[in-house]
Nanobody, 125 residues
Protein backbone atom coordinates (compact mmCIF):
# COMPACT_ATOMS: atom_id res chain seq x y z
CA UNK A 1 0.00 0.00 0.00
CA UNK A 2 1.19 3.51 -0.84
CA UNK A 3 -0.22 6.74 0.55
CA UNK A 4 0.24 9.92 -1.46
CA UNK A 5 -0.30 13.47 -0.23
CA UNK A 6 -0.02 16.44 -2.59
CA UNK A 7 0.69 20.02 -1.57
CA UNK A 8 1.80 23.28 -3.11
CA UNK A 9 -1.23 24.27 -5.13
CA UNK A 10 -2.63 27.77 -5.09
CA UNK A 11 -3.52 30.86 -7.07
CA UNK A 12 -0.92 32.37 -9.38
CA UNK A 13 -0.94 34.87 -12.22
CA UNK A 14 -0.25 33.82 -15.78
CA UNK A 15 3.47 33.56 -16.37
CA UNK A 16 4.13 32.64 -12.76
CA UNK A 17 5.44 29.46 -11.18
CA UNK A 18 4.39 26.88 -8.64
CA UNK A 19 6.02 23.76 -7.30
CA UNK A 20 3.81 20.84 -6.35
CA UNK A 21 4.99 18.19 -3.94
CA UNK A 22 3.77 14.65 -3.46
CA UNK A 23 4.90 12.90 -0.32
CA UNK A 24 4.73 9.11 -0.44
CA UNK A 25 4.60 6.65 2.43
CA UNK A 26 4.15 2.93 2.66
CA UNK A 27 5.95 0.60 0.30
CA UNK A 28 9.37 1.33 -1.14
CA UNK A 29 9.17 4.56 -3.06
CA UNK A 30 11.65 3.45 -5.69
CA UNK A 31 9.44 0.48 -6.60
CA UNK A 32 7.05 2.76 -8.43
CA UNK A 33 6.87 4.98 -11.42
CA UNK A 34 5.35 8.29 -10.36
CA UNK A 35 3.06 10.44 -12.41
CA UNK A 36 1.19 13.72 -12.31
CA UNK A 37 -2.26 14.11 -13.83
CA UNK A 38 -4.73 16.96 -13.86
CA UNK A 39 -8.44 17.45 -14.22
CA UNK A 40 -10.03 20.73 -15.19
CA UNK A 41 -13.71 21.43 -14.39
CA UNK A 42 -15.99 19.53 -16.70
CA UNK A 43 -13.11 17.75 -18.41
CA UNK A 44 -11.50 14.35 -18.20
CA UNK A 45 -8.34 13.69 -16.26
CA UNK A 46 -5.24 14.02 -18.42
CA UNK A 47 -1.62 13.04 -18.15
CA UNK A 48 0.90 15.73 -17.29
CA UNK A 49 4.27 14.13 -16.49
CA UNK A 50 5.85 10.96 -15.15
CA UNK A 51 9.16 9.63 -13.89
CA UNK A 52 10.32 6.04 -14.15
CA UNK A 53 12.72 5.37 -11.29
CA UNK A 54 14.37 2.32 -12.87
CA UNK A 55 15.66 4.25 -15.87
CA UNK A 56 15.52 7.82 -14.63
CA UNK A 57 13.52 8.66 -17.71
CA UNK A 58 10.92 11.43 -17.65
CA UNK A 59 7.83 11.84 -19.78
CA UNK A 60 5.71 14.92 -20.49
CA UNK A 61 2.48 15.82 -22.18
CA UNK A 62 3.08 18.01 -25.23
CA UNK A 63 1.12 20.81 -23.61
CA UNK A 64 3.62 21.17 -20.75
CA UNK A 65 6.94 20.29 -22.39
CA UNK A 66 9.54 22.94 -21.73
CA UNK A 67 7.46 24.50 -18.94
CA UNK A 68 7.02 21.72 -16.36
CA UNK A 69 9.69 19.54 -14.75
CA UNK A 70 9.14 16.37 -12.76
CA UNK A 71 11.74 15.27 -10.24
CA UNK A 72 12.09 12.94 -7.29
CA UNK A 73 13.93 13.02 -3.99
CA UNK A 74 14.37 9.44 -2.81
CA UNK A 75 15.61 10.45 0.61
CA UNK A 76 12.41 12.38 1.22
CA UNK A 77 10.11 9.95 -0.60
CA UNK A 78 8.79 12.93 -2.50
CA UNK A 79 8.09 13.70 -6.13
CA UNK A 80 7.86 17.27 -7.37
CA UNK A 81 6.29 19.06 -10.29
CA UNK A 82 7.91 22.39 -11.02
CA UNK A 83 5.52 24.44 -13.13
CA UNK A 84 6.83 27.54 -14.89
CA UNK A 85 5.30 29.94 -17.40
CA UNK A 86 1.86 28.96 -16.20
CA UNK A 87 -1.14 29.64 -18.39
CA UNK A 88 -4.82 30.00 -17.51
CA UNK A 89 -5.55 26.68 -19.20
CA UNK A 90 -3.22 24.98 -16.72
CA UNK A 91 -5.95 25.57 -14.14
CA UNK A 92 -7.01 22.19 -12.73
CA UNK A 93 -6.84 19.87 -9.78
CA UNK A 94 -3.47 18.14 -9.93
CA UNK A 95 -3.06 14.56 -8.74
CA UNK A 96 0.02 12.48 -8.19
CA UNK A 97 -0.15 8.75 -8.71
CA UNK A 98 2.01 5.65 -8.40
CA UNK A 99 2.27 2.77 -10.84
CA UNK A 100 4.42 -0.35 -11.09
CA UNK A 101 7.85 0.36 -12.55
CA UNK A 102 7.15 -2.00 -15.45
CA UNK A 103 4.08 -0.11 -16.57
CA UNK A 104 3.62 0.06 -20.33
CA UNK A 105 1.82 3.19 -21.36
CA UNK A 106 2.99 5.48 -18.60
CA UNK A 107 0.53 8.20 -19.59
CA UNK A 108 -2.50 5.97 -19.03
CA UNK A 109 -4.06 6.90 -15.74
CA UNK A 110 -6.07 3.70 -15.47
CA UNK A 111 -2.81 1.78 -14.99
CA UNK A 112 -1.86 3.67 -11.83
CA UNK A 113 -2.65 1.91 -8.59
CA UNK A 114 -2.46 4.70 -6.03
CA UNK A 115 -3.65 8.29 -6.11
CA UNK A 116 -3.38 11.34 -3.91
CA UNK A 117 -6.31 13.54 -2.96
CA UNK A 118 -5.36 16.32 -5.37
CA UNK A 119 -4.33 19.94 -5.04
CA UNK A 120 -5.98 22.88 -6.79
CA UNK A 121 -3.95 25.06 -9.15
CA UNK A 122 -5.61 28.22 -10.42
CA UNK A 123 -3.89 30.47 -12.96
CA UNK A 124 -5.43 33.91 -13.45
CA UNK A 125 -5.09 35.88 -16.67
Amino acid sequence: QVQLVESGGGLVQAGGSLRLSCAASGRTFSSYAMGWFRQAPGKERTFVAAHRWSSGRTYYADSVKGRFTISRDAAKNTVYLQMDSLKPNDTAVYYCAAAPQTIVGISRGQLYHYWGQGTQVTVSS
